[in-house]
């Protein structure tokens, strides 16, 4: 059921939303002090290619540091990002096939507005790998 709901989303929105994360990775590795934004856009562009059995949860080694980069990353690229996940899950909403997909869309919303400090996971790993 994982991989049939990955291409589907692939097709619909999945690859779309993957080229705005990696249009903001490149954009972001073009200075070099905002290379750790890049390095966390094409990690979630990643994730975003094939969300279904996956997911992302917070590293818990991550600090201060984090929390200042995600405050500029909102601003920078999270809010439009999270834009893109929020029309994306609602045109996915309007038919009943594609309600699981709107709500993956929904879900991906924190993430793309605070990537860094998450690890992406198996969702079937064991505990202590998370």
Request: with cysteine; net charge positive.
């Amino acid at each position: 059921m994982r991989t049939l709901l990955n291409l589907i989303w692939l097709v619909l929105s999945g690859f779309w939303m993957a080229v705005g994360y990696a249009l903001a990775g490149v954009i972001c590795c073009l200075l070099i002090v905002t290379i750790p934004f890049g390095i966390a856009s094409f990690r979630i562009a990643n994730y975003v290619l094939w969300p279904f059995g996956r997911t992302i949860v917070d590293r818990p080694t991550a600090g201060i540091g984090s929390a200042i980069g995600n405050v500029l990353w909102i601003v920078v690229a999270g809010i439009w990002l999270a834009i893109g996940h929020l029309t994306t899950g609602i045109a996915m909403c309007l038919t009943i096939i594609g309600i699981p997909l709107g709500i993956a869309s929904f879900k991906l919303i924190p993430v793309s507005l605070t990537p860094l400090g998450k690890v992406i996971v198996p969702t079937d790993a064991p505990f202590g790998v998370r």
